[in-house]
């Protein structure tokens, strides 16, 4: 943990100093924002399976090459997120955009764990002012205005289907012994794949909804990504392009630490709670 005269307390004063001064506030979140949660990020040397590489399996041929190895990474991947919890960085962020009414979460990631800190979060504020957890009803109204994020690459837990395009909540484990035993469409039949984006296929929608957001933000906060993907990575830039700041977290430097207003050297866990903790108005 930083000292209080170290740089890097410093850096977040003048973040959170920016974040009061701000109205319109986009948060970016990439795969190094669950790394505190122990999931494995996709290009650190430990990445997703050692194996092969994510661009090799995330990808509309991939699967059609082999929708039983393609599952199968989706499942060990579903297990561990499964396994896991929000960390105190999901919670700073959720807890910060029910604090306030300007503030939209774009994330990258397709683990869910916005969505869980969300549903945390709004309990956890519920519990605060009423005395009782956020009831279903006011807990998902609460999450669903505010703090669940666009989930600009979709989410694992959810399975689309190969031919008609039907949707389903999916989080059984999957038997990838064979394709047939594979998931089907309960309406045509056809082979259910993720329904995330893959590389080469477009984000449609969430990514216009995104960066009309980044457009109209003073600040994007961009935490735990190597901003290499695109159009994702974009979100900032549309920020910044428009005379908006942009406040990185980030242990290493990446393509949009020239860009950055200020960037906070060191690990979502330990950085974004103090970056986005209540004070004065900063919310
Ligand atoms: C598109 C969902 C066009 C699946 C993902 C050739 C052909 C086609 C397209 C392209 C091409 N060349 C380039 C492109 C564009 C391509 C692209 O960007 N490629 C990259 C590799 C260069 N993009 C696309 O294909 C996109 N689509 O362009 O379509 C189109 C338009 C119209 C019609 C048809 C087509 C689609 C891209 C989406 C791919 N899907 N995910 C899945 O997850 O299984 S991307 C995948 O990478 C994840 O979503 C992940 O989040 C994302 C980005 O990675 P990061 O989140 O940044 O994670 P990474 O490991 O890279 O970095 C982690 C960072 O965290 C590091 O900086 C590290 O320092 C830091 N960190 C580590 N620990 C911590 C930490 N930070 C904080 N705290 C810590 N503790
Ligand atoms: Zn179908």
């Not at 948060?27 to 190094?32: D, H, M, R």
């Not at 919890?85 to 916005?114: C, E, M, S, Y």
């Amino acid at each position: 943990m930083a000292t209080d005269a170290s740089p890097l307390t410093a850096a977040i004063a003048t973040g959170r100093e920016i974040l009061r001064a701000s109205r319109g506030i986009v948060i970016l979140t990439g795969a190094g924002l669950s790394a505190d949660s122990g999931l494995t990020t996709f290009r650190d040397p430990k990445g997703h399976w050692k194996r092969h590489r994510p661009e090799d399996l995330a990808t509309p041929e991939a699967f059609r090459r082999d929708p039983c190895l393609v599952w199968e990474w989706y499942g060990v991947r579903r297990r561990a997120a499964a396994d896991t919890a929000p960390n105190a960085a999901h919670l700073a962020i959720a807890a910060f955009a029910l604090r306030r009414d300007d503030v939209v979460i774009v994330t990258q990631n397709v683990d869910g764990l916005h969505t869980v800190a969300a549903r945390q979060a709004a309990d956890e504020r519920s519990r605060d002012t009423s005395g009782e957890p956020a009831g279903e009803v006011a807990g998902e109204l609460a999450c669903r205005t505010k703090a669940l994020p666009i989930e600009l690459h979709g989410c694992f837990y959810r399975a689309r289907c190969s031919a008609c395009g039907r949707c389903y909540e999916h989080r059984d484990r999957i038997d990838t012994s064979s394709q047939q035993a594979l998931p089907h469409c309960a309406k045509c039949s056809g082979l259910l794949r993720p329904d995330v984006v893959w590389f080469g296929e477009p984000l449609g929608e969430p990514i216009d909804r995104a960066f009309g957001y980044a457009a109209q933000s003073d600040v994007c906060v961009v935490v735990g990504t190597s901003a290499v993907v695109q159009p994702a990575a974009s979100v900032a830039v549309v920020t910044r392009r428009a005379g908006g700041a942009i406040i990185e977290v980030n242990p290493e430097e990446t393509p949009l630490t020239p860009m950055s207003t200020v960037s906070l050297r060191g690990t979502a866990a330990e950085v974004v709670p103090r970056l986005l903790a209540p004070g004065r108005r900063h919310g």
